[in-house]
């Protein structure tokens, strides 16, 4: 298993970025799909976007492509979600998961999770 930490959210104002990061732990990293989930007050956890273990595969919900990108850099054992153009809808608790197949864009994909990082946008 590996151990995820999540960190850089925080209140932006609607249009601003703001670059969330996951420092993993484990023995799992370097061959393992990695993901970002969000969950807003009385909604469901949602697949936000993943990237391949090797880096050079992705997938995004509609709602964030061309404003989100995601990065991986196996030998800091970090991953990133760059999120730009905020907008009130993206706030969010946000989640960094680690999946066990080098491809995922699944929730049941992914085995382990951080502790998840607030994201809020104000109008």
């Known amino acids: 298993q590996v151990q995820l930490v999540e960190s850089g959210g925080g209140l932006v104002q609607a249009g601003g970025s703001l670059r969330l990061s996951c420092a993993a732990s484990?023995?799992?990293?370097?061959?393992?799909?990695m993901g970002w989930f969000r969950q807003a007050p009385g909604k469901e956890r949602e697949f936000v976007a993943s990237i391949s273990w090797s880096g050079r595969t992705t997938y995004f919900i509609d709602s964030v492509k061309g404003r989100f990108t995601i990065s991986r850099d196996n030998a800091k054992r970090t991953v990133y979600l760059q999120m730009n153009s905020l907008k009130p809808e993206d706030t969010a608790v946000y989640y960094c998961?680690?999946?066990?197949?080098?491809?995922?864009?699944?929730?049941?994909?992914?085995?382990?999770w951080g502790q998840g990082t607030q994201v809020t946008v104000s109008s």
């Open positions: 998961a680690a999946a066990g197949v080098r491809i995922a864009s699944s929730e049941a994909d992914f085995g382990s």
């Open positions: 484990g023995r799992t990293f370097s061959t393992a799909a």
